[in-house]
């Protein structure tokens, strides 16, 4: 049976700071922990086998000096998940006060995926975004197939959806942690019904690990499922 590492980290809020700030701090940690498990593969531009949530609790706007919280990464690496052992890292906002790794086990009877935090997905252009909520289903479900391809290393596009459900009235607005004064992204929070044979499960499951999208490393695409 598959499994993946679904770690678990606290941290200790350094400074008072808005809720954008403390994402950023956590992923710069994150970051940090990568390298320990390899610098070059931190720096390298290619699709990383490891997907990071938000900060929880999520529905904070600011932070205070002395806060408690929480960040979850998920690999099927499992070097990567020994870099988060016995190593308590910090940064001038955040310090480490916790790790814990769990070992999830793969289900083969996912009934459909959904993301925690918006999905960025574009079209034939880097920066074409995707009315997918009006009347671009079609195009979305085309994109989100041959980001599967990539994503799972498939020899070709492979349909593994059912239906797509787009949950956000409208365009949901990104900064990334990682581009301080950079682009603002649209993303979208999708509900995907999964079909039931091996293959689709498969799938299903890496997104589950890796995440949807683009930027899944620094909080977006993050994915949950139903069986």
Known sequence: MKSYKEILIKFLVLKNSSKEEVLREAINVVDKYICLYSKEYHEKSTLKDYSVSRIEPCLCETFRRGDIISIKVRTDIEEIAKAFENNLLENTG????????????????????????????????????????????EELKAIILKHAKAKCQLPEEYDFIETITVKNKYPISINIPREVGGITYLGDKLQIKIKSDKLSQNIANTFIVKGMGKHCTCGNGFINYKI
Not at 104 to 132: D, F, M, R, W
């Open 94 to 137: 955040l310090k480490t006060i916790f790790t814990d790794i769990k070992t999830i086990h793969v289900s083969n009877k996912i009934s459909e995926i959904y993301s925690l935090t918006p999905i960025i997905l574009s079209g034939e252009s880097e920066n074409k975004y995707i009315l997918a909520n009006r009347n671009n289903l």
